[in-house]
């Protein structure tokens, strides 16, 4: 199985900072990889798919990046309701993987 | 609107057998891809098996093959999970997710269910 590693595990930033995550994939994934947030008691919500295109509804304020093995995703301008988990995930090849998260708290 | 319920979470023994079911509406459900998705705290997200359209085509994690069923009913706009043989490790929040596209799966999940919470324990 292909194996995701998110860094870091968890950052501390204020509202307005840029926050950058990154995804690092144990082999190439193409451009086959997911970005979700996560907030404590819900579901995770797609907010990029195919590395880079934004799902529908989802703020500009977010983008993502990368292709092959290394991927970031951007918060440009934290906002108060982006204080949550982050999760990458590839659909390159079965069993399709998930990062361990990235937990993005109030500094 | 989409929605997709979860429900059939329950304690069961080690060895036990579980089905989960998940309801779906708001959309066509027979045009999409299905998934079930489970959540540990320990092991994170871990995607655990998805069916086609017509159910002709399935995919499992290697942790749940010959254990674990995923099927559907498309007159009843319904998911289910067959879980056998349960283990302690299979305890989590499972939950049923649509793929994003149609006609093939593009492997991400636009929705998600509330999740139901599988206990693996005597």
């Known amino acids: 199985a292909i194996r995701m590693t998110q860094s870091p595990s968890s950052l501390s930033a204020s509202t307005g900072d840029r926050v950058t995550i990154t995804c690092r994939a144990s082999q190439g994934i193409s451009s086959y990889l997911a970005w979700y947030q996560q907030k404590p008691g819900k579901a995770p919500k797609l907010l990029i798919f195919a590395a880079s295109t934004l799902q529908s509804g989802v703020p500009s304020r977010f983008s993502g990046s990368g292709s092959g093995t290394d991927f970031t995703l951007t918060i440009s301008c934290l906002q108060s309701e982006d204080f949550a988990t982050y999760y990458c995930?590839?659909?390159?090849?079965?069993?399709?993987?998930f990062g361990q998260g990235t937990k993005v708290e109030i500094k | 609107e989409v929605q997709l319920v979860e429900s059939g979470g329950d304690l069961v023994q080690p060895g036990g057998s579980l089905r989960l079911s998940c309801a779906a509406s708001g959309f066509t459900f027979n045009s999409y891809w299905m998934s079930w998705v489970r959540q540990t705290p320990g092991k994170g997200l871990e995607w655990v098996a998805n069916?086609?359209?017509?159910?002709?085509?399935?995919y499992y994690v290697d942790s749940v093959k010959g254990r674990f069923i995923i099927s559907r009913d498309n007159a009843k706009n319904s998911l289910y999970l067959q879980m056998n043989s349960l283990r302690a490790e299979d305890t989590a929040f499972y939950y049923c997710a649509r793929d994003s596209a149609t006609v093939t799966p593009r492997g991400n999940f636009d929705y998600w269910g509330q999740g139901t919470l599988v206990t693996v324990s005597s």
């Open positions: 995930q590839q659909y390159y090849s079965y069993p399709w993987t």
């Open positions: 069916i086609k359209q017509d159910g002709s085509e399935r």
